[in-house]
């Protein structure tokens, strides 16, 4: 069943694509005149196609998305708690990228890495003890959690500080492999340091696993309202619709007992 819903929500996600449905519609118009069918039905199906396009580009979608996604992290200020025994920071991989063989993080990841490290040094310059763990292992020879090491390393954070979690590729492994870790420690508190628009669902995946972090939100996106669509738009508003599907399956896999 899960197989089918992996597959059913990969399929959902091709619509908030605008090459897609441009490409949708254009099959879906050469059919029905083909087929000789109604020119208003074929008209209806350019109309809307086109309107999604719209609505993806100039955007409108993406400011509506961006606020559910993100407005309960911008202000989120943790008092750190000066007694605690035991806090760990878990930071999660951003991607990394392979450019003339030179594997470096994402751009993306820095601001998470510039993040956990503001959370850390705040623990540290009190002589306070702090943990990171740093889940990801990502698609390049290197792991997110061994490039995000060698650069905690490099700002003066101690190795024994460090734990990597290199074996989860997404999200929901992100969540699953950093539970275990954190559970064998038992951490008085812990933060959850990911982009803004990502927070939310990985929020939800670190309480399927029993989990309460404080989320830390490194970065934000955000969307410009335009009169005609542009690239920067859909390409924004594609990657946090992207995350509203996730969140929803998230949601409608625990209800089923799908997810643990």
């Not at 470096?104 to 705040?122: G, N």
């Not at 792991?143 to 390393?153: D, G, I, P």
């Not at 990597?164 to 539970?179: C, P, Q």
Request: with cysteine; hydrophobic share 40%; charged share 20%.
């Amino acid at each position: 069943m899960k197989f089918l819903l992996d597959l059913l929500f990969r399929v959902i996600q091709l619509f908030t694509e605008p090459y897609f449905l441009v490409f949708l519609a254009i099959v879906i118009i050469a059919l029905l005149k083909r087929k000789n069918k109604r020119k208003n039905l074929r008209i209806g199906v350019g109309l809307f196609a086109v309107i999604m396009i719209i609505f993806i580009g100039n955007g409108f979608l993406g400011k509506l998305t961006s606020g559910y996604l993100q407005k309960s992290y911008v202000n989120t200020i943790v008092n750190k708690n000066k007694t605690s025994q035991n806090p760990v920071i878990v930071v999660l991989g951003g991607g990394v990228v392979d450019f003339d063989n030179t594997e470096r993080l994402h751009t993306m990841s820095y601001s998470r890495l510039v993040t956990a490290y503001q959370l850390y040094h705040e623990y540290k310059k009190n002589n306070l003890p702090c943990k990171i763990v740093i889940s990801g292992r990502g698609r390049g020879q290197k792991s997110e959690a061994a490039l995000f090491s060698e650069n905690f390393k490099k700002m003066g954070v101690s190795e024994t500080d460090l734990i990597k979690e290199d074996k989860s590729m997404n999200t929901y492994e992100n969540a699953k492999y950093s539970s275990k870790i954190l559970k064998q420690m038992a951490p008085s508190d812990v933060y959850l340091v990911t982009s803004g628009f990502h927070m939310k669902r990985s929020v939800a995946l670190f309480h399927t696993f029993g989990l309460d972090p404080f989320p830390q939100a490194s970065d934000f996106i955000d969307t410009e309202i335009t009169l005609f669509p542009n690239s920067y738009n859909a390409a924004f508003t594609f990657v946090m619709l992207k995350e509203v599907l996730g969140i929803w399956q998230v949601q409608l896999y625990n209800s089923l007992g799908l997810n643990g």
